[in-house]
């Protein structure tokens, strides 16, 4: 006999039961510390902090182990804790130019003041893979030297005393905040970069990757990519003035664009702006090209159609915990929906099936 | 989960939420923008139902949850567990004994009271978002009251089909002003949109809207002269409890194409059970 | 500090917030209806209902017009310290508060925009009397229709003729809340304040 699918409850618990032991797979391996994720699976950590939109280097590991490192999955695990924090205020704007650089590459210049820091990358490290690693051999210690002093300045200051790159204006209105307000078009672009700066990496990567192939190309070039930690000042209203509440890795791409200049602005280089949490530098590289993208109707550039352009397109597609609920809501029963079209195509085959017979018998 | 406030939302997240449900029901049927929160359950999966229940439940509610009519589906199931544990509300499954009713794809069959809450899950709020995918423009589209595309759409199925095929998720005319998404029920639920003695409030929690119609509000299903809107559903009764009227489900029962009907609606068909009424295939195998 | 200041807020926000919440929702759900709602008690001269209505939906997002004589100092502090909210002028507020003289003129509120209808502002009128008799209201939420003792008439004709724009209402009066959406058409009642005496179309 059919019995209405009862037990879900059982079920869930069930599945809840089993998930936890394949999370914790062989008993027999040692299982996975948190500071082990966090110390050894660091990119991942800063993946998760950076969309995630919360930095915390040890809850974004607990969610990796929680996720079983499924990143989106952690992600997600981040922003639900996050939007139970109770909120203490708005930090004064980080001074990306006084960052302690643990990189910093320019690829417009081969030297300039500050240096070439190439720092921890993968960028010359052959793809081969290393079977020391997994007979865990100890690393030997890499070679140091003493902390150069002084700001590291930008780049672009350098061209802007040229007036060869536009002026990134100062706006000292405060930034409309896309996690307490719905998300509005159109956009501006401190919403923008927002939006961008936790959107999911693989899709602001094949976005910025379009640009480069041609779709809405903007000829881009890394000004500079540094990769270091800044110091978060807040203002606190009983002492009067800023201090400081702690530090935060970023990582900060601004790309120098050509551009031929437009019905409104003269030929110059402009600007792509990347800024993410923790060292992510194929984020923030995409960013800035996406961002650059983003801006042709303020340069007076063509709308070419393309969809790196499309700031609805963009800004509605790039979160990755948006996008994933709702793909995979649709392993949910839909019984209902699916019932009425049932009846809709049997109907409309039957009269389609009748129409023929008459056409036939006539 | 002693951690988090009564109904896990923050009180300045509820505050937000309950405001864009006052303009909501000020202005019945307009999509309300609101800052949707992220929620320890997924987008899609009901995360604007949550949010509006978790704004509006009190401790002497009694909640019920329904997924396609059914108590007992898996969603439903989580989505009830959730507030017993974060709001310690009493939960039903008896529609008559809920003054909260969450749903997702249905309305129950048992007309609901002056005392009742009627909260949907909503997908994709816009009723002309596949007719147009921009934002910008459909919000134009109804502050214009420009309503002429839904209707080129509809007849060009007419023309087409000889039908609407438009099967659930069927826009309705709300006073007269507002073209409105009713969530993706059959359109076989349609008719008890309108004067409805229970308030009805729409949750879109990816898309980040609210809206609503107040009890007794007028609610039309799209139309035409020479094509009336026409409430369908499978021409069977129920094979349980032989209900003539309800909405049914299609459930397949062998490998040889044997199939039977059963009410969506679980709560409506156990009680007709309990009241004596057996189907064709109540009470002894069906297959 | 004033003692005055820092009570008469919820005792228990989250639950007393939820509950008043239910009333205001109901009342503004079915115009016409009084309900009684508690929780919060502020200062002179507000109502208790109007202070429970402000802790209810008021905080540093939604600027508030203190209208007439709620504009003193105990609502002032009251107000900010037990919702953060800040004062703003009427063509600025989110939320306004005072009894209707007070309030007037109606023209300088915000009543959204075609685009965005419900970036309007809701006025919270305190009355001296809030009873389901006087003017007779139609339109959602109401069955057939209903009656309201309304300050005025024409003022809320006018409102509903803005449809889908408008202001929104709710009416205290002591501890009872009742309120008018920019939806609900209101007419003078025909000499007897039965429902069934509406002229309304």
Same mark, same amino acid.
């Given at each position: 006999?059919?019995?209405?699918?009862?037990?879900?409850?059982?079920?869930?618990?069930?599945?809840?039961?089993?998930?936890?032991?394949?999370?914790?797979?062989?008993? &027999?391996?040692?299982?996975?510390?948190?500071?082990?994720?966090?110390? #050894?699976?660091?990119?991942?950590?800063?993946?998760?902090?950076?969309?995630?939109?919360?930095?915390?280097?040890?809850?974004?590991?607990?969610?990796?182990?929680?996720?079983?490192?499924?990143?989106?999955?952690?992600?997600?695990?981040?922003?639900?804790?996050?939007?139970?924090?109770?909120?203490?205020?708005? &930090?004064?704007?980080?001074?990306?130019?006084?960052?302690?650089?643990?990189?910093?590459?320019?690829?417009?210049?081969?030297?300039?003041?500050?240096?070439? $820091?190439?720092?921890?990358?993968?960028?010359?490290?052959?793809?081969?893979?290393?079977?020391?690693?997994?007979?865990?051999?100890? $690393?030997?210690?890499?070679?140091?030297?003493?902390?150069?002093?002084?700001?590291?300045?930008?780049?672009?200051?350098?061209?802007?005393?040229?007036?060869?790159?536009?002026?990134?204006?100062?706006?000292?209105?405060? %930034?409309?905040?896309?996690?307490?307000?719905?998300?509005?078009?159109?956009?501006?672009?401190?919403?923008?970069?927002?939006?961008?700066?936790?959107?999911?990496?693989?899709?602001?990567?094949?976005?910025?990757?379009?640009? #480069?192939?041609?779709?809405?190309?903007?000829?881009?070039?890394?000004?500079?990519?540094?990769?270091?930690?800044?110091?978060?000042?807040?203002?606190?209203?009983?002492?009067?003035?800023?201090?400081?509440?702690?530090?935060?890795?970023?990582?900060?791409?601004?790309?120098?664009?050509?551009?031929?200049?437009?019905?409104?602005?003269?030929?110059?280089?402009?600007?792509?702006?990347?800024?993410?949490?923790?060292?992510?530098?194929?984020?923030?590289?995409?960013?800035?090209?996406?961002?650059?993208?983003?801006?042709?109707?303020?340069?007076?550039?063509?709308?070419?159609?393309?969809?790196?352009?499309?700031?609805?397109?963009?800004?509605?597609?790039?979160?990755?915990?948006?996008?994933?609920?709702?793909?995979?809501?649709?392993?949910? %029963?839909?019984?209902?929906?699916? #019932?009425?079209?049932?009846?809709?195509?049997?109907?409309?085959?039957?009269?389609?099936?009748?129409?023929?017979?008459?056409?036939?018998?006539? | 989960?002693?951690?988090?406030?009564?109904?896990?939302?923050?009180?300045?997240?509820?505050?937000?939420?309950?405001?864009?449900?006052?303009?909501?029901?000020?202005?019945?049927?307009?999509?309300?923008?609101?800052?949707?929160?992220?929620?320890?359950?997924?987008?899609?999966?009901?995360?604007?139902?949550?949010?509006?229940?978790?704004?509006?439940?009190?401790?002497?509610?009694?909640?019920?949850?329904?997924?396609?009519?059914?108590?007992?589906?898996?969603?439903?199931?989580?989505?009830?567990?959730?507030?017993?544990?974060?709001?310690?509300?009493?939960?039903?499954?008896?529609?008559?004994?809920?003054?909260?009713?969450?749903?997702?794809?249905?309305?129950?069959?048992?007309?609901?009271?002056?005392?009742?809450?009627?909260?949907?899950?909503?997908?994709?709020?816009?009723?002309?978002?596949?007719?147009?995918?921009?934002?910008?423009?459909?919000?134009?589209?109804?502050?214009?009251?420009?309503?002429?595309?839904?209707?080129?759409?509809?007849?060009?199925?007419?023309?087409?089909?000889?039908?609407?095929?438009?099967?659930?998720?069927?826009?309705?005319?709300?006073?007269?002003?507002?073209?409105?998404?009713?969530?993706?029920?059959?359109?076989?639920?349609?008719?008890?949109?309108?004067?409805?003695?229970?308030?009805?409030?729409?949750?879109?929690?990816?898309?980040?809207?609210?809206?609503?119609?107040?009890?007794?509000?007028?609610?039309?299903?799209?139309?035409?002269?020479?094509?009336?809107?026409?409430?369908?559903?499978?021409?069977?009764?129920?094979?349980? @409890?032989?209900?003539?009227?309800?909405?049914?489900?299609?459930?397949?029962?062998?490998?040889?194409?044997?199939?039977?009907?059963? @009410?969506?609606?679980?709560?409506?068909?156990?009680?007709?059970?309990?009241?004596?009424?057996?189907?064709?295939?109540?009470?002894?195998?069906?297959? | 500090?004033?003692?005055? *200041?820092?009570?008469?807020?919820?005792?228990?926000?989250?639950?007393?917030?939820?509950?008043?919440?239910?009333?205001?929702?109901?009342?503004?759900?079915?115009?016409?209806?009084?309900?009684?709602?508690?929780?919060?008690?502020?200062?002179?001269?507000?109502?208790?209902?109007?202070?429970?209505?402000?802790?209810?939906?008021?905080?540093?997002?939604?600027?508030?017009?203190?209208?007439?004589?709620?504009?003193?100092?105990?609502?002032?502090?009251?107000?900010?310290?037990?919702?953060?909210?800040?004062?703003?002028?009427?063509?600025?507020?989110?939320?306004?508060?005072?009894?209707?003289?007070?309030?007037?003129?109606?023209?300088?509120?915000?009543?959204?925009?075609?685009?965005?209808?419900?970036?309007?502002?809701?006025?919270?009128?305190?009355?001296?009397?809030?009873?389901? !008799?006087?003017?007779?209201?139609?339109?959602?939420?109401?069955? *057939?229709?209903?009656?309201?003792?309304?300050?005025?008439?024409?003022?809320?004709?006018?409102?509903?003729?803005?449809?889908?724009?408008?202001?929104?209402?709710?009416?205290?009066?002591?501890?009872?809340?009742?309120?008018?959406?920019?939806? *609900?058409?209101?007419?003078?009642?025909?000499?007897?304040?039965?429902? !069934? !005496?509406?002229?309304?179309?």
């Amino acid at each position: 006999m059919y019995v209405a699918v009862k037990g879900g409850e059982r079920a869930i618990e069930n599945a809840h039961a089993w998930l936890a032991e394949e999370r914790r797979g062989d008993k &027999s391996i040692a299982e996975l510390g948190i500071a082990q994720i966090r110390e #050894q699976m660091k990119l991942a950590v800063d993946r998760v902090m950076a969309e995630g939109s919360l930095y915390d280097p040890d809850l974004a590991a607990l969610a990796i182990k929680q996720a079983r490192g499924d990143l989106i999955e952690a992600i997600f695990l981040i922003r639900a804790y996050r939007t139970t924090l109770p909120r203490f205020g708005a &930090s004064q704007p980080v001074d990306t130019g006084a960052m302690a650089c643990d990189r910093r590459i320019s690829a417009t210049f081969k030297d300039l003041p500050g240096g070439q $820091v190439l720092g921890p990358t993968f960028d010359y490290t052959h793809r081969l893979l290393d079977f020391k690693l997994a007979a865990d051999g100890e $690393v030997p210690k890499a070679p140091q030297r003493d902390a150069a002093a002084g700001d590291v300045p930008h780049v672009t200051d350098f061209l802007n005393r040229e007036g060869l790159i536009e002026e990134a204006p100062q706006d000292d209105t405060d %930034p409309p905040d896309l996690t307490r307000e719905p998300l509005e078009v159109p956009a501006d672009r401190a919403l923008r970069l927002q939006a961008l700066a936790r959107a999911d990496e693989g899709f602001t990567l094949g976005l910025a990757y379009s640009t #480069q192939r041609g779709y809405a190309r903007n000829h881009a070039f890394v000004g500079e990519l540094r990769i270091g930690a800044v110091s978060v000042e807040m203002d606190i209203p009983e002492l009067g003035f800023a201090i400081e509440i702690g530090e935060v890795a970023l990582t900060e791409c601004e790309t120098v664009n050509q551009f031929k200049g437009s019905k409104t602005e003269p030929p110059q280089f402009t600007r792509g702006y990347g800024l993410v949490f923790g060292q992510t530098e194929r984020k923030a590289i995409s960013m800035a090209l996406v961002d650059r993208a983003l801006r042709w109707e303020e340069l007076g550039e063509d709308d070419v159609g393309a969809p790196a352009q499309d700031a609805e397109f963009v800004l509605y597609h790039a979160d990755n915990i948006q996008a994933t609920g709702f793909l995979e809501h649709i392993k949910l %029963p839909h019984y209902v929906d699916f #019932q009425s079209e049932l009846e809709l195509v049997r109907k409309l085959r039957c009269e389609a099936g009748a129409d023929q017979a008459q056409e036939a018998a006539e | 989960m002693t951690q988090y406030n009564f109904a896990y939302l923050d009180e300045q997240t509820k505050r937000m939420i309950r405001r864009a449900i006052l303009k909501g029901l000020a202005i019945p049927g307009y999509q309300v923008p609101f800052a949707s929160r992220e929620m320890p359950m997924p987008y899609g999966w009901g995360t604007g139902g949550v949010q509006v229940s978790a704004a509006i439940l009190t401790p002497e509610d009694r909640f019920k949850v329904i997924d396609q009519g059914a108590d007992d589906t898996t969603n439903a199931v989580s989505i009830r567990t959730f507030f017993e544990r974060t709001a310690g509300v009493a939960t039903t499954t008896a529609t008559s004994d809920a003054s909260v009713i969450q749903t997702r794809h249905r309305i129950p069959e048992e007309p609901l009271t002056e005392k009742q809450i009627l909260v949907y899950q909503v997908p994709i709020p816009e009723p002309l978002r596949f007719l147009e995918p921009r934002e910008s423009e459909t919000r134009k589209m109804h502050a214009l009251e420009e309503y002429g595309l839904m209707h080129v759409k509809l007849y060009e199925d007419i023309s087409r089909h000889g039908h609407i095929a438009t099967s659930y998720a069927y826009p309705v005319t709300v006073e007269g002003r507002f073209v409105m998404d009713p969530s993706p029920i059959p359109k076989f639920d349609n008719p008890k949109l309108g004067d409805m003695a229970a308030i009805q409030l729409f949750g879109a929690g990816r898309e980040q809207r609210i809206y609503a119609l107040p009890p007794y509000t007028k609610v039309v299903s799209l139309d035409f002269d020479d094509h009336p809107f026409e409430a369908s559903k499978a021409d069977h009764p129920c094979g349980l @409890c032989g209900a003539e009227e309800s909405y049914l489900d299609e459930v397949i029962i062998d490998d040889a194409g044997g199939r039977m009907f059963v @009410c969506s609606d679980t709560d409506y068909c156990e009680r007709r059970q309990a009241a004596g009424h057996v189907g064709k295939l109540g009470g002894k195998d069906a297959a | 500090m004033q003692a005055e *200041t820092l009570s008469g807020g919820f005792a228990d926000p989250a639950i007393q917030s939820a509950q008043a919440f239910r009333g205001v929702m109901e009342a503004m759900a079915r115009p016409g209806t009084v309900r009684s709602i508690s929780g919060a008690t502020p200062p002179a001269p507000l109502s208790g209902a109007a202070g429970t209505v402000l802790l209810t939906l008021c905080d540093p997002d939604t600027p508030v017009y203190l209208a007439g004589e709620a504009d003193c100092d105990a609502v002032r502090g009251w107000l900010a310290f037990h919702t953060g909210a800040p004062l703003a002028g009427p063509s600025h507020c989110m939320f306004a508060v005072g009894t209707w003289d007070q309030l007037n003129p109606l023209s300088v509120y915000k009543i959204g925009t075609p685009e965005y209808p419900d970036r309007s502002a809701t006025l919270i009128v305190e009355c001296t009397e809030l009873t389901g !008799s006087g003017a007779c209201l139609k339109g959602p939420g109401i069955k *057939t229709s209903s009656a309201l003792s309304v300050p005025e008439v024409q003022a809320f004709q006018h409102n509903t003729a803005l449809f889908p724009l408008g202001l929104d209402f709710i009416l205290t009066c002591g501890n009872t809340v009742a309120a008018l959406p920019r939806s *609900t058409r209101v007419s003078e009642a025909d000499g007897a304040t039965e429902v !069934s !005496s509406c002229t309304l179309p």
